[in-house]
């Protein structure tokens, strides 16, 4: 038997389309958030392989599950976030999700409509922000915008992604509704570029994820600790613009990743923006928290 370690792609925090536990995290909560990305990115990898069979996958997921709730200490990086989590008095759950979406991802291929999609976010994406906010002491009423945000995010990586998911996996999130409507099935996304009827499908998908972000705009406003809310605007920015390059690029030919400089040069526009609405104090240890005393500062590469 395997184990997830065999099955890694090698693919570290820093290789993500989105910021993940950047220096804009204070350092009390960089290593906590590091330690769910690894565990969410072993799991994600044993999920993604494209060799290991389906039986080895669902096996490695229930091992990490049974480690995260402490029944077994097989999955090391589950028994590290279970470590961490427990010393830090934060929710489980947030992990036990994400691991019964990547099961999905071994064992449901398509998905019926938006909603059907949209129950899979609930699991794949909104548990990550749920979790950062959770280990920054945000208050829950954020919650509502973060989940926007975070299925957001993880439609627009289905669409950069859609033709590799199925040439390699047959794995299709574009809802089968959609294909219906067009008279075409997910086949289509196996050609050398998008017909007509499959561009028309991405685009009306990207401007629902845009208005996913309409609906988070609040979310960095929302945020107590100012370094995570600089880390949310940038994601933000980040993700409005790649919504707006699946409008007009098409993911089977063209690049729609950003290259590193498009990267920096949006960061730093949407940090100078943060700034400007909402200057750092000059101390930031003086900060006040989220129930109202002295805090911690806040102040991040998908997915999820």
């Not at 693919?11 to 995290?25: M, T």
């Not at 909104?126 to 945000?138: A, C, I, K, S, Y």
């Not at 923006?273 to 129930?291: D, M, N, Q, W, Y």
Request: contains cysteine.
């Amino acid at each position: 038997m395997q184990d997830a370690a065999a099955l890694s792609s090698g693919k570290g925090h820093r290789d993500e389309n989105f910021p993940v536990a950047s220096f804009l995290i204070h350092p009390r909560h960089r290593d906590v958030v590091l330690a769910f990305y690894r565990f969410a990115r072993s799991a994600d990898d044993v999920a993604d392989n494209a060799a290991a069979d389906p039986e080895t996958k669902l096996i490695l997921l229930d091992e990490m599950r049974r480690t995260l709730k402490g029944e077994a200490d097989t999955a090391a990086e589950a028994q590290v976030l279970r470590g961490i989590i427990r010393a830090r008095g934060l929710d489980a759950q947030h992990g036990l999700d994400l691991l019964d979406a990547f099961s999905l991802d071994v064992t449901k291929l398509r998905y019926r409509d938006w909603d059907d999609l949209m129950d899979y976010c609930r699991l794949s994406a909104m548990p990550v922000g749920r979790f950062v906010l959770d280990v920054h002491g945000e208050d829950r009423s954020t919650w509502v915008a973060s989940d926007a945000l975070c299925a957001a995010l993880q439609v627009i990586n289905h669409l950069q992604d859609c033709a590799k998911d199925y040439r390699a996996l047959d794995r299709v999130y574009i809802p089968l509704d959609r294909f219906a409507a067009a008279g075409i099935g997910p086949d289509a996304l196996d050609a050398p570029s998008s017909s007509l009827k499959l561009r028309a499908i991405i685009v009306q998908l990207a401007k629902e994820a845009s208005a996913l972000l309409q609906k988070a705009k609040p979310f960095a406003g929302q945020i107590r600790d100012r370094r995570l809310g600089l880390e949310v605007t940038v994601i933000q920015r980040l993700a409005e613009d790649l919504c707006r390059r699946l409008t007009s690029r098409d993911p089977l030919s063209d690049r729609v990743h950003h290259s590193k400089a498009e990267f920096a040069l949006l960061a730093l526009g949407a940090a100078l923006r943060f700034k400007f609405a909402r200057p750092f104090s000059s101390r930031l240890e003086g900060e006040v928290g989220p129930k109202g005393g002295k805090g911690i500062p806040t102040g991040s590469d998908s997915v999820p």
